[in-house]
């Protein structure tokens, strides 16, 4: 990871420019890493397994004020095809958090001349038939799918127990913005919901809700997080992002909503539609 050679100017291009989510990082972190003199890396954690390969790296510079700032790298395998992917953050806490959410890619395909009418589709499918290939579906299939989005509906419709509380402040209000800026949905809250936000001085991020599954014959996971926000007047707010692979090339999605209900509408819809 270390290149006695190159500049620290180069090894932050390099990670900037390889991560999927460079453009969340806060414009403050960067413009401090504009004067950074010298920097060193090194493997934090390490995990492989069948299918998934994970690990997250330490890099950390060395700024003109003397001093130090490190940002965190989360490699992983799960994109298309098994392909390499890059993410960065600046909090520990939240690449682990990242390295939590990720979930085995599924590389196995299937050639439809390999089809044989004889041939038991469990031994090939497991329990699911890809369609697409020019065969004729197995008729329990279009049942089974119907109760998975069944019971999908039922966990969405589940009540949650509420837990305590437990702010930390550590520059909410730009939280706030970088989680409404990643939102991809058109009806994701607007200026009535971001101008109290600039206000957040402590905030709090809870996984509501988590299902990995399949969609149309294709994997698709589920992710609910609330982010709750403590303003300076004592009140408190939350958004409600829902993070999903419900999407036609299988890629990761945010959307961003004000309430809880309209998050979970969304991912039941995502769930019957994709």
């Known amino acids: ?18 991560a999927l989510n460079s453009f969340d990082l806060p414009d403050a972190v960067i413009e401090r890493l504009d004067s950074a003199l010298a920097h060193a890396s090194s493997l934090r954690t390490s995990h492989h397994s069948a299918g998934l390969h994970r ?19 989360l490699v992983h395998n799960t994109g298309r095809d098994g392909a390499e992917q890059h993410e960065l953050y600046t ?11 990720l979930r085995r ?8 001349k ?10 090939l499918f497991g329990s699911r038939f890809e369609s697409g290939l020019g065969v004729s579906l197995d008729p329990s299939f279009e049942s089974d799918l119907a109760a ?34 990643r939102a991809e949905n058109a009806d994701r809250p607007g200026e009535e919901v971001a101008g109290p936000l600039r206000a957040a001085f402590a905030h709090q991020i809870t996984q509501v809700f988590g299902r990995y599954g399949h969609v149309e014959g294709k994997d698709a996971g589920f992710t609910l997080y609330e982010h709750a926000f ?24 945010c959307e961003v909503y004000a309430a809880q209900s309209a998050a979970r509408e969304a991912m039941e819809l995502r769930a019957r539609v994709r």
Request: hydrophobic share 30%; net charge negative; glycine share 2%.
């Open 55 to 73: 690990e997250t790296y330490r890099h950390t510079y060395l700024l003109a004020d003397s001093t130090a700032l490190t940002l965190w790298e």
């Open 91 to 101: 909090d520990e806490y939240e690449v682990r958090l990242a390295a939590s959410r």
């Open 230 to 253: 403590l303003l300076l007047d004592g009140t408190e707010t939350s958004l409600w992002e829902v993070e999903h692979t419900a999407t036609p090339d299988g890629r990761h999605m």
């Open 105 to 112: 890619p599924s590389h196995r395909s299937i050639d439809p």
């Open 114 to 123: 390999d089809l044989d009418p004889t041939t038991d589709s469990d031994a």
């Open 148 to 181: 998975d989005l069944d019971l999908l509906s039922d966990l969405l419709a589940a009540p949650q127990t509420p837990l305590p509380r437990v702010y930390h402040p550590d520059n909410s209000a730009d939280h706030a913005r970088r989680v409404l800026r």
């Open 1 to 18: 990871m270390n290149d006695p050679y190159e500049t620290s100017e180069t090894h932050l291009e390099r990670l900037l420019g390889r």
